[in-house]
T-cell receptor, first 114, second 113 residues
Framework: DTGVSQNPRHKITKRGQNVTFRCDPI?????LYWYRQTLGQGPEFLTY????????KSRLLSDRFSAERPKGSFSTLEIQRTEQGDSAMYLC????????????FGPGTRLTVL | AQSVTQLGSHVSVSEGALVLLRCNYS??????LFWYVQYPNQGLQLLLK??????LVKGINGFEAEFKKSETSFHLTKPSAHMSDAAEYFC???????????FGKGNQVVVIP
């Protein structure tokens, strides 16, 4: 049973650069979620997909952020023109998509913007 | 606004002593409730969840939590702490028709030998 995987695990970039993260969910899971976690805080919801459809976006997701799940399998999260405030752990989770189902989390991608 | 409160960011407990982590939520509608654990350099792992069945929920690693509607609480307990319980613990809530999880700020548990 392979869990949720995320790549890269760490990313260091300079302010103003674009970065893209990838999430591979558990294979039979229909729902995919992105969260952001900063130091000393719990994860905060960013967006989620039901298959390939992006159904909800948080107000935290500024215009510089875009997420896709083109074939309903893996997802990418892109941040354009990164800012130091974007430094955080970006978490991906997936779930079967039935009722109050359990979300299974990946190990996260830690972004550092210099 | 609906929110989740976890008090005391750092919790120290002696090995063999009771572990008690408090979680309160604000909502007039009973939510679904979860406790997750996060070990260093690992993703969040589900400990247990409440979804309107039995109010006392048993989870992995000897943890359990009790849903108390009148107190809007879902406190996590373990009778006897083990060194391997040192980790960060998050309470999370979701509401019917809303798939997002709202997390508390977390409790960093330190187990003292």
């Amino acid at each position: 049973d392979t869990g949720v995987s995320q790549n890269p695990r760490h990313k260091i970039t300079k302010r103003g650069q674009n970065v893209t993260f990838r999430c591979d969910p558990i294979s039979e899971h229909n729902r995919l979620y992105w969260y952001r976690q900063t130091l000393g805080q719990g994860p905060e919801f960013l967006t989620y997909f039901q298959n390939e459809a992006q159904l909800e976006k948080s107000r935290l997701l500024s215009d510089r952020f875009s997420a896709e799940r083109p074939k309903g399998s893996f997802s990418t999260l892109e941040i354009q023109r990164t800012e130091q405030g974007d430094s955080a752990m970006y978490l991906c989770a997936s779930s079967l998509g039935q009722g109050p189902d359990t979300q299974y989390f990946g190990p996260g991608t830690r972004l550092t913007v210099l | 606004a609906q929110s989740v409160t976890q008090l005391g960011s750092h919790v120290s407990v002696s090995e063999g002593a009771l572990v008690l982590l408090r979680c309160n939520y604000s909502s007039s509608v009973p939510p679904y409730l979860f406790w997750y654990v996060q070990y260093p350099n690992q993703g969040l792992q589900l400990l247990l969840k409440y979804t309107s069945a039995a109010t006392l929920v048993k989870g992995i690693n000897g943890f359990e939590a009790e849903f108390k509607k009148s107190e809007t609480s879902f406190h996590l307990t373990k009778p006897s702490a083990h060194m391997s319980d040192a980790a960060e613990y998050f309470c999370a809530v979701s509401w019917a028709g809303n798939n997002r999880l709202a997390f508390g700020k977390g409790n960093q548990v330190v187990v003292i030998p």
